[in-house]
């Protein structure tokens, strides 16, 4: 990992100081462990005294990371979430070290701002380190056309859990003799290998749990306020609910980021001239989230609700529960399906509902399909082309004007590596392991068989309120009716006795408030999603008040 002043500062005497009044100061030993890969219980240290590294253990052999000094601390986000270490801390030069809490360190970054924004940089900082130097830290082994293998790498590339992949068709003889030393089979791939311990054929689930990314790893199951989905509406509820001082829990089905997690620019974002990756946008967020003290689970989905001794009660899919005094629903829509043979055959494996770094490199500048004409779509489009593919564009509509932003019709019209062919349609799909071609007509006999790696599917939208059936009242297309479009027939007696109207965001369901896609009559747009999460919380105020 590279050295900079950012990911290793080194803390002058007042910050030492500063430190020093609110830790526990002790003296270390040659050869010990302040605290082991894997381990989910350990404090921040600061070194006052000595020398302590930073090791990565891989195959039974450790590799130095860092070396930390007088003045340096150790950690990165991990410390902030009390998620699994990915390396070790090991004393090879006696000395002395002053130790907080994870609690401790979260209120002295409260209340000491300069100093929490060195801390916070630098486990930011080492934590991007992490993710290019030490990705050995979790691998996962499995075949490129296993559906279970790209699962779990979207799953930690989205989430941005440092790993590696090794790819048994790839690297032949290392992966043969890596599965001879764990014990494990061809047909029990694919392997996660994360702390010494294997997970064979785990899902996203089973590895988040062995993670500490679930609930498993929070001891309460009750809050002030739970977000259900971690796009950017959910994220701003989050970051403004746990500011506030409000308890605070974000659930999200797959991966933080949403939809826009997994754009490849975000051009039209108020502050950000030069645009920004929805990875990057949505990393800061979580971060942001996380600093004032909100916990983050996933995968988490919600598969019912019910009201119970004053509070909102989810019940999850794995059958667990939480509460909430008022409920955030920003669980987004996703793209629809589209209607062809076979598409679950390619799913996965060459069929993507998304165009990130991943599927980029996968289709490995080869040619692409991508179907739908809104932003997603030409974001995407622009993306993959940059990253070397010829890209064909299939729209039903006659134009990309109908529902794409002007400036990228512009580049996609400029663009010579990228052709649209309108008014067509996609009418089949071809290839054994993987997707190999595409057919498309324009009506009447006139298919054409498009070669191409991948098929990236943007189009139209359904709503994730499904689980919310029989709770609220949705719209004709089921998205979640709020405040002002709610008539006097979606709210009757309940809300006569509470005599008053909804809140800016509220459902008929009172405390529970609907924010971004999954909203009827919203935006659809980043920026609108993260001003209605952010608002939203002003209304969990007002409701809390009431309720008190």
Known sequence: MAEDAVSFPVLDESDMATLDAVGTRRATSTGEYLFREGDTDYDFH?????????????????QVITRHGAGRFLGELNMLTGRRAYLSARVVEPGEVIVLSR???????????????????????????LLADAAAATRIVGSRYLPETRRLREFLTRNRIPHQWLDPDRDGEAVEQLLRDIDVAADELPVVI???????????????????????????????LVVLGAGPA??????????????????????????????????????????????????????????????????????????????????LSDGSDIAGRAV?????????????????????????????ELEARACAAEPVVIVGGG????????????????????????????????????????????????ATRVTALDGDQTLR??????????????????????????????????????????????????????????????????????????????????????????ASAVGEGSAAVRSVHEFLDFAH
């Open 46 to 62: 600061v070194v006052v005294a000595g020398a302590v590294e930073i090791v990565l253990g891989s195959n039974d052999k450790e």
């Open 234 to 315: 959910g994220l701003a509820a989050a970051v403004y609910g746990a500011s506030e001082g409000l308890s605070t829990l974000l659930a999200e089905k797959v991966a933080a980021g949403g939809q826009a997690g997994a754009s490849s620019r975000i051009e039209n974002y108020l502050g950000f001239p030069m645009g920004i990756s929805g990875g990057d946008l949505t990393f800061a967020a979580v971060v942001q989230a996380e600093k004032f003290g909100a916990h983050l689970t996933l995968p988490c989905a919600a598969a019912s609700l019910r009201e119970e001794a004053g509070h909102l009660v989810i019940r």
């Open 375 to 422: 932003n997603s779509a030409g974001q995407a489009a622009l993306f993959l082309a940059e990253s070397g593919s010829p890209v064909t564009v299939v729209i039903r509509a006659p134009s990309l004007d109908r529902s794409m932003s002007r400036y990228l019709v512009e580049r996609i019209e400029a663009d010579g590596r990228i052709t649209v062919r309108r």
């Open 437 to 526: 071609s595409v057919r498309v007509s324009s009506g009447g006999d006139d298919a054409v068989a498009l070669r191409c790696a991948a098929l990236f599917s943007f189009i139209g939208a359904e709503p994730s309120s499904g689980w919310l059936s029989g709770c609220v009242s949705l719209d004709s297309k089921g998205f979640i009716l709020t405040d002002r479009s709610l008539d006097e027939e979606h709210l009757g007696r309940r809300w006569e006795v509470l005599g008053r109207r909804p809140l800016p965001f509220e459902t008929s369901m009172p405390g529970l408030f609907a924010v971004g896609d999954v909203r009827s009559g919203s935006m659809k747009r980043v």
């Open 328 to 356: 955030i629903v920003a669980s987004g829509a996703r793209y629809r399906r589209l209607e062809v043979d076979r598409l679950e055959d390619f799913e996965g494996n060459g069929v993507y509902y998304a165009a990130t």
């Open 194 to 224: 994360s702390s010494g311990t294997v997970l064979r054929r785990p899902t996203p689930g089973v590895l988040a749990d062995f993670l500490g990314l679930t609930l498993a790893s929070l001891p309460e199951r009750c809050f002030d």
């Open 103 to 129: 609690t401790a360190l979260r209120q002295l970054m409260a209340t000491h701002p300069h100093l929490g924004d060195i801390i916070l940089g630098a486990f930011v900082a080492r934590r991007t380190g």
